[in-house]
């Protein structure tokens, strides 16, 4: 089936099965292959994109879903080769070891600052609760979305 994504800013043709995940087709049909594939089953939060400014496991969503609906991913925070204030944040704070889950987070911190500046401690460990980090990084990734908000 032919479909339209909006994806990172611009319009993408796909001719894709409509029942393909947007992971799938993100990863295998754009090449954006820094969304991760984790669990396929919205349970870990590697997969997380941006759908109209909210994180939402890609893993999930159809593409047929995603039509009409502005989509964001990793490559698309960084604007102009500078980094997202998130993703400067996380990298002076080195809030990463093996990076599988740094995506996610990165897409979950996001979304929790554009709908709230100053999120408290309590919000940001909220926000990131879904992106399960098998190397222990959710000090380092909350001080990371802390100094995010305080720039
Ligand atoms: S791969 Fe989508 S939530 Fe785990
Ligand atoms: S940094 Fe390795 S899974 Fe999070």
């Not at 032919?2 to 099965?17: E, F, I, M, Q, S």
């Not at 204030?85 to 979304?111: H, K, N, W």
């Not at 600052?113 to 940001?124: A, N, T």
């Amino acid at each position: 089936m032919k479909l339209t994504l909006r994806v990172n800013g611009a319009d993408h043709d796909v001719d894709v099965p409509r029942r393909a995940t947007l992971l799938s087709v993100l990863r295998d049909d754009l090449g954006l292959v820094a969304t991760r594939f984790g669990c396929g089953a919205g349970q870990c939060g590697a997969c997380y994109v941006l759908v109209d400014g909210a994180a939402v496991a890609s893993c999930l969503m159809t593409v047929d879903q995603a039509v009409d609906h502005e989509i964001v991913t990793v490559e698309g925070l960084a604007q102009d080769g500078k980094l997202s204030p998130v993703q400067d944040a996380f990298a002076r704070e080195g809030a990463m070891q093996c990076g599988y889950c740094t995506s996610g987070m990165l897409i979950s911190a996001t979304a929790l600052l554009r709908r709230s500046s100053h999120p408290s401690d309590e919000e940001i460990r909220d926000a990131l609760a879904p992106n399960l980090c098998r190397c222990g990084a959710y000090g380092r990734a909350i001080r990371a979305v802390q100094r995010a908000a305080a720039t």
